[in-house]
């Protein structure tokens, strides 16, 4: 795996490993409360989810890296 390639890699696992993550620690805002949309959260705590989606895909990509350069699993012929 070239840096070009890992880098589309870990850059697609972030992306899923968001879609993941973002449902994590919702709370609605009341009801009534001013300038809040009734299905928004209280706190979205975006900097949380960022972190952990961050860490989450670096060790996904890890596993997938070692997967590629280690000869466990091989599609070629031996």
Not at 46 to 57: C, P, S, V, Y
């Amino acid at each position: 795996m070239g840096w070009l390639t890992g880098i589309v890699v870990y850059l697609l696992i972030w992306w899923v490993s968001l879609f993941m993550v973002l449902p994590l620690w919702v709370t609605p805002s009341q009801p009534g409360d001013p300038g809040f949309a009734a299905g928004a959260p209280r706190q979205p705590l975006l900097w949380r989810k960022l972190a952990l989606t961050t860490g989450i895909a670096a060790v996904i990509w890890l596993v997938v890296f070692v997967l590629v350069h280690e000869p466990w699993i091989s599609f070629r012929a031996a």
